[in-house]
């Protein structure tokens, strides 16, 4: 079978709710990934930041197979001996007191909501069913009925309702003063990514999220980053808040935390959140299983042995050299931090992504007119030159 063939297959048989690039994959490794014909690609995606350790990363793969071939899935109803290592390394890594597992992005974006609204009844004093969670324009936080009934995107949540909008007022994102005007004595949380991701990595201004901290301090408001995408070196640090030196009262993670090999996230969180909520209060069959925890260890081991966090700022700076010294009508700026780039387009993005595809490099556009750049974190100089010749030649020819 060729491309067409698996792709007539795929829109056949699958729902169609994504429209990918007209790439098959079949194998990866590091950044580059190769399709069923066998064409090979520069991966400027990294699935989402899901494999900043790079495709198939032979470390965490070792850890993946040793710890199938003893026990997947126990459940919560036994223990297992991976967990316990999972939680002292979060625990060692990101100084949070504990955490919670979960598996996709969304479970553990809506475990923070959780936490928030029994935190705001059970300690804040929050008349029951009265908790607002404050959130922001642009944002995207996943795919849940809960969460898309607060994005401001229609391809997100038209359609999919009824929501409760009252309990998820929204501020714009970055200023400060519209975040104070949405503040209740009801307020529980105020949820944001301190870059966001899926909005085309826009970057707060500064102050922005040391400002929310003084304002969710000040009103007794829980502060909540959600660093699913931003987080685990992707943006040039362990946590894109560090930029601001600001220590929210939970961190959302997930993608990296597994190096791609296996759905594991987490909510970040001291006791005096974290155990608001009880045995039986909530869970998941999956969540905090060996097989998982035991890859998310290793993920976690891998960006500190391989000095990922590092080489994301260093090859981020790089990147985003080189992309500036394109000259083109048609761009409008380079923005990012670490390897995570908006490369924003006056024109749609879509026909550079078809294009930047024929020249052997993935990427993805969002909102129309920009293009994401945001290999895996292994990626080298010499890999970031050819992908620079090869946007520099699409540019030029779609200027023509
Ligand atoms: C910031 C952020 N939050 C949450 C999610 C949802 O994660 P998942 O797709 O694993 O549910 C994403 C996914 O892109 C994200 O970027």
């Known amino acids: ?126 008349a029951e069913n009265k908790a607002e969670i404050i959130v922001a324009s642009g944002n995207f936080h996943g795919r849940t009925t809960t969460i898309v009934g607060f994005s401001d995107d229609p391809s997100s949540f038209k359609g999919f309702g009824p929501y409760c909008k009252e309990a998820f007022p929204m501020h714009e994102y970055g200023n400060l003063e519209d975040l104070r005007s949405k503040v209740t004595p009801n307020t529980a949380a105020v949820l944001i990514e301190p870059i966001q991701g899926e909005g085309g990595v826009v970057i707060p201004p500064d102050g922005y999220l040391k400002g929310v901290e003084k304002i969710c301090k000040e009103n007794n408001i829980l502060f909540i980053t959600d660093e699913i995408q931003s987080g685990l070196g992707r943006a040039g640090k362990l946590f894109a808040h560090y930029y601001e030196g600001v220590r929210p009262n939970m961190v959302i993670i997930g993608k990296a935390l597994s190096g791609g090999f296996y759905p594991v996230s987490a909510v970040l969180a001291d006791k005096n959140v974290m155990l608001v909520i009880k045995p039986g209060e909530h869970g998941s069959t999956f969540g905090g299983n060996p097989l998982g925890t035991a890859v998310a260890v290793r993920a976690l081991e891998v960006l500190e042995e391989d000095n990922l966090i590092e080489r994301s700022n260093e090859m981020g700076e790089y990147f985003m050299e080189k992309l500036r010294s394109i000259k083109s009508p048609m761009i409008d700026f380079v923005r990012g931090r670490g390897l995570w780039i908006g490369f924003v387009l006056k024109t749609k993005a879509r026909r550079y992504c078809e294009m930047l595809k024929e020249e052997g490099i993935l990427c993805k556009e969002t909102h129309e007119n920009i293009i994401r750049f945001a290999p895996p974190l292994i990626i080298k100089k010499e890999e970031i030159d050819w992908a620079i010749e090869k946007i520099e030649k699409v540019v030029k020819a779609l200027d023509n």
């Not at 070792?62 to 939680?87: C, G, H, I, M, W």
């Not at 990101?94 to 928030?116: D, F, Q, R």
Request: hydrophobic share 35%; proline share 3%.
């Open 1 to 126: 079978m060729r491309t067409k063939d698996y792709i007539e297959i795929e829109n056949e048989f699958g729902a169609h709710n994504y429209h990918p690039l007209d790439v098959v994959v079949e194998k990866a490794e590091g950044c580059w990934v190769t399709d069923v014909d066998g064409k090979k690609y520069l991966d400027c995606l990294a699935a989402y930041s899901a494999v900043n350790q790079g495709h198939c990363n032979p470390k965490i793969f070792k850890t993946f197979v040793e710890q199938a071939s003893k026990v997947t899935l126990t459940s919560r109803a036994f223990r297992n001996d991976q967990l316990p290592k999972f939680y002292k390394k979060l625990n060692e890594l990101t100084g949070y007191e504990m955490s919670l597992p979960m598996n996709s992005g969304a479970e553990a974006v809506e475990s923070a909501i959780k936490l928030a609204r029994r935190w705001a009844y059970d300690v804040k004093g929050v």
